[in-house]
């Protein structure tokens, strides 16, 4: 895409205030010299914190917004940087939103101000995580407690279209999440789900059901469950990263030959390390919406803030919304015709 | 207790079949020496296994019972192992049974047998996770796919009782699994299940709502949850765990000085090893039932099957049965007073 691409920025969202963002901008702005950013936060705050940058000064274009805490958006309505930072998406201002705000706030902004695509009932939060064999998108990590198996659909053609655009996959391979891969096996809405997957004749290469030890197998592509189960699921796996972390740290610690081969084996640590580091993929991509929306971690710095906004660029650059809405009403139309021959 | 404690084996039930048992028993009565052990299986095969080893001699019997796969049990009924090793703790030949068939069969066949305890409308299953702080008990791990808030507060007062007998906790902590700990966050079934256990005046430490990563964490001793989310969680920690420490491996073989430094360090790193083990907790264990029942992983080893058979005696030792009747017979008679005094 030649034209300039332009990031909105909620400068309040994160717990570290506005620095943090600041200081991402200097690696995103190096990453990306063609992409300019507008920053919505307290203007004199962020205006001090920019002085001190010159080279970001053409880049970076600051509009004044008061209030930081979450609950503001809320009860103050369009008067705080988030509101402001969904807002010039919607008026064309800006061609993405990165916030690090309350992610229930910030989808019901985004879902107020953006809308819903057509055809999609439910936005969702989409996660990357790491493999065995690269990447897995998971779907929804939060956005509803319940789904039901239209949905769960929804999920899976928003999965696919993300995977292919970004993950730049021909043809992921789509599973749903279940406590077994037999067909019998699971609650209504993910049976019901499967059959209607099944029943699609669209590119979607739907692998059937998987467990929770295939996300990290890279069984599929694209993991497609519910918000309740996918938070849970996302948030156990980062708590059980930490265990082992903290583990193995505990284990080399308690000897002598532990801290000496750690030492040695420091640069090989190191790159596990980086590896592990979940702010290498921060962000929840908020799919679904009539705009591009990516959920920074609140409590992350400015590396992490910089991952959120190369994924938002990323997202802006590949339009997925697109294959979403053709791929929706592709299996809308087939599943019309099965229920217009049954009569 | 001083009388002779008899552990009940499906011993054709696991992937590997009756030899693994067999070695698993070795350990097993080197470490409980006044427990006594019956085997259900191909009697023939049995006995050539047993031969080779005197010292089990006086400890174990066989009975025969021909069959080995799971789906056996539902199609021929009476006619095989599991059937077996489950119907001789209901006739009282044995304390308790142990089985690596399959979880479905098993439950089915254990419910038809033992039955349910009084007040507890459906069994759950348990698994003991490692965490920051030591242990933790999470349940339902999968022997229901949807769960009523009356049902998780079942789980509730079974882990309770669990956690007391079996971890030795006076007064365990307990927590629901949920998208958030804020108390409007999550489903109808975790909210309701909120509202009773904060409600009730039990011996109960309920914690509240708690979020994937507490589980590691250790925030509670015991984590309830419904039986899709709790199975999807558990197999994506083992997947998670997993995953990292191939990433440790591939890291360390890597580079010379990797290589090096893991050779220095392997003892703390065969500790960590040691530590990460999923045969150190094997068992899913069967709670709510007329009798203590243990599922062995099936594919695992003898090491995993004695940690199986030390779940089943300690579980058989600690009479937890009397406590869960108790408790929830105490949640009851409040509700049934306040819906009395509504009148």
Same mark, same amino acid.
């Given at each position: 895409?030649?034209?300039?691409?332009?990031?909105?920025?909620?400068?309040?969202?994160?717990?570290?205030? =506005?620095?943090?963002?600041?200081?991402?901008?200097?690696?995103?702005?190096?990453? +990306?010299?063609?992409?300019?950013?507008?920053?919505?936060?307290?203007?004199?705050?962020?205006?001090?914190?920019?002085?001190?940058? =010159?080279?970001?000064?053409?880049?970076?274009?600051?509009?004044?917004?008061?209030?930081?805490?979450?609950?503001?958006?809320?009860?103050?309505?369009?008067?705080?940087?988030?509101?402001?930072?969904?807002?010039?998406?919607?008026?064309?201002?800006?061609?993405?939103?990165?916030?690090?705000?309350?992610?229930?706030?910030? $989808?019901?902004?985004?879902?107020?101000?953006?809308?819903?695509? !057509?055809?999609?009932?439910?936005?969702?939060?989409?996660? @990357?995580?790491?493999?065995?064999?690269?990447?897995?998108?998971?779907?929804?990590?939060?956005?509803?407690?319940?789904?039901?198996?239209?949905?769960?659909? !929804?999920?899976?053609?928003?999965?696919?279209?993300?995977?292919?655009?970004?993950?730049?996959?021909?043809?992921?391979?789509?599973?749903?999440?279940?406590?077994?891969?037999?067909?019998?096996?699971?609650?209504?809405?993910?049976?019901?789900?499967?059959?209607?997957?099944?029943?699609?004749?669209?590119?979607?290469?739907?692998?059937?059901?998987?467990?929770?030890?295939?996300? &990290?197998?890279?069984?599929?592509?694209?993991?497609?469950?519910?918000?309740? &189960?996918?938070?849970?699921?996302?948030?156990?796996?980062?708590? &059980?990263?930490?265990?082992?972390?903290?583990? $193995?740290?505990?284990?080399?610690?308690?000897?002598?030959?532990?801290?000496?081969?750690? @030492?040695?084996?420091?640069?090989?640590?190191?790159?596990?390390?980086?590896?592990?580091?979940?702010?290498?993929?921060?962000?929840?991509?908020?799919?679904?919406?009539?705009?591009?929306?990516?959920?920074? +971690?609140?409590? &992350?710095?400015?590396?992490?803030?910089?991952?959120?906004?190369? $994924?938002?660029?990323?997202?802006?650059?590949?339009? @997925?919304?697109?294959?979403?809405?053709?791929?929706?009403?592709?299996?809308?139309?087939?599943?019309?015709?099965?229920?217009?021959?049954?009569?």
């Amino acid at each position: 895409m030649a034209r300039t691409l332009t990031v909105s920025i909620d400068a309040m969202g994160g717990d570290a205030g =506005p620095a943090v963002v600041v200081s991402a901008l200097l690696r995103s702005a190096q990453r +990306h010299p063609d992409v300019r950013f507008l920053l919505h936060g307290e203007e004199g705050q962020l205006k001090d914190l920019l002085a001190r940058h =010159p080279r970001l000064k053409d880049k970076v274009s600051v509009r004044h917004a008061p209030g930081r805490k979450p609950s503001h958006v809320l009860r103050r309505g369009r008067d705080t940087s988030m509101w402001h930072c969904i807002q010039s998406v919607k008026i064309g201002d800006a061609d993405v939103a990165v916030s690090a705000g309350n992610t229930g706030a910030l $989808m019901a902004v985004s879902m107020f101000n953006l809308g819903i695509i !057509d055809g999609i009932s439910r936005p969702a939060i989409a996660s @990357i995580w790491p493999t065995l064999k690269g990447q897995t998108v998971v779907l929804d990590c939060g956005a509803n407690v319940t789904a039901t198996d239209e949905q769960l659909v !929804d999920f899976a053609v928003m999965g696919e279209a993300f995977a292919h655009a970004i993950l730049g996959l021909e043809r992921p391979r789509v599973g749903l999440l279940n406590v077994g891969a037999e067909e019998q096996k699971g609650n209504d809405a993910v049976r019901g789900a499967a059959a209607i997957l099944r029943g699609s004749s669209l590119p979607i290469a739907f692998h059937g059901f998987i467990e929770g030890d295939d996300i &990290t197998k890279g069984t599929v592509d694209v993991v497609v469950t519910d918000g309740f &189960t996918g938070n849970i699921a996302l948030k156990t796996a980062e708590g &059980t990263a930490k265990l082992i972390v903290q583990f $193995m740290r505990q284990s080399l610690k308690r000897s002598l030959f532990g801290r000496l081969g750690a @030492i040695i084996a420091s640069g090989a640590l190191n790159t596990l390390r980086r590896k592990l580091d979940p702010r290498a993929s921060n962000g929840g991509i908020f799919l679904g919406l009539g705009g591009v929306v990516v959920k920074s +971690h609140g409590g &992350t710095d400015a590396i992490g803030f910089a991952s959120a906004l190369d $994924m938002a660029i990323d997202m802006a650059r590949a339009d @997925i919304n697109a294959r979403i809405t053709a791929d929706r009403r592709s299996i809308a139309a087939k599943a019309a015709g099965e229920r217009a021959a049954e009569l």
